[in-house]
């Protein structure tokens, strides 16, 4: 909150809300300031990917294997 002086209550982080085979979702909550929800969104993401990579914690994608098959012809 001392970062972001748009956030009037919060942020309160409930835990993680949801897991499925490629993502984890973290539920945090923050009132903000009138239109200034989508900014304190963005500055919060950047700032969790940040200390995710700071503590090597990876974030899950999926991922696409193509395998060409060649012929001997």
């Known amino acids: 909150k001392e970062n972001y002086p748009q956030i009037i209550e919060g942020p309160i982080v409930t835990g993680?809300?949801?897991?499925?085979?490629?993502?984890?979702t973290l539920k945090i909550t923050a009132k903000t300031e009138c239109e200034e929800h989508y900014k304190v969104?963005?500055?919060?993401?950047?700032?969790?990917?940040e200390l995710f990579e700071a503590k090597n914690i990876k974030i899950p994608y999926n991922k696409i294997v193509v395998c060409e098959e060649k012929n001997n012809e």
């Open 16 to 24: 993680v809300d949801n897991l499925t085979d490629n993502s984890v």
């Open 41 to 49: 969104q963005r500055a919060l993401l950047k700032r969790i990917k």
